[in-house]
C-alpha cells in the first residue's frame, strides 16, 4: 500500500483520486510517519439484504387489500378491541381524553 504524508496529500489531492480511480488500490495517510487515515476507491454495496418481509415477525392481515378498510377506527374512537390486534399494534399511548383542555 502506497503511503503518503498529510502535507503532500493536502497539495496533490487531485492526482491522488485520479490514481485511485485509475488503479483502484488504497492509499494510506501518515502524520509522522504513522497512518491515520486511508484514500481508498468506494465500498460496493453489494447484494441487497432481506428486509423485513423475510422475518419472522412480520404480519400481514388476510383482508389488507379488503375495500372499505381503513384507519378510520384505529386511533379515534374507543370502538376499536386491542384484544383482536396483535400486539405490536395494540395502543400504547394514554387515554386522549387526557390531554384535552
Keep these: ?20 480511480e485509475e488503479g483502484g488500490k488504497t492509499i494510506a495517510l501518515t502524520r ?8 481508498g476507491p468506494p465500498r460496493s454495496a453489494g447484494a441487497p439484504r432481506a428486509g423485513m418481509l423475510a422475518s419472522d415477525a412480520f404480519f400481514m392481515a388476510d383482508d389488507f387489500d379488503a ?3 381503513g384507519f378510520e377506527n384505529l386511533l379515534a ?3 376499536v378491541d386491542d384484544g ?18
Design 1 to 20: 500500500m502506497k503511503q503518503v504524508g498529510l502535507y503532500e496529500a493536502k497539495t496533490t489531492l487531485s492526482s491522488l483520486v485520479a490514481e485511485i
Design 32 to 39: 509522522h510517519g504513522r497512518v491515520v487515515a486511508e484514500l
Design 67 to 69: 375495500e372499505g378498510i
Design 77 to 79: 374512537g374507543t370502538d
Design 84 to 101: 383482536d390486534l396483535p400486539p405490536r399494534l395494540k395502543r400504547v399511548a394514554e387515554d386522549p381524553s387526557a390531554f384535552e383542555s
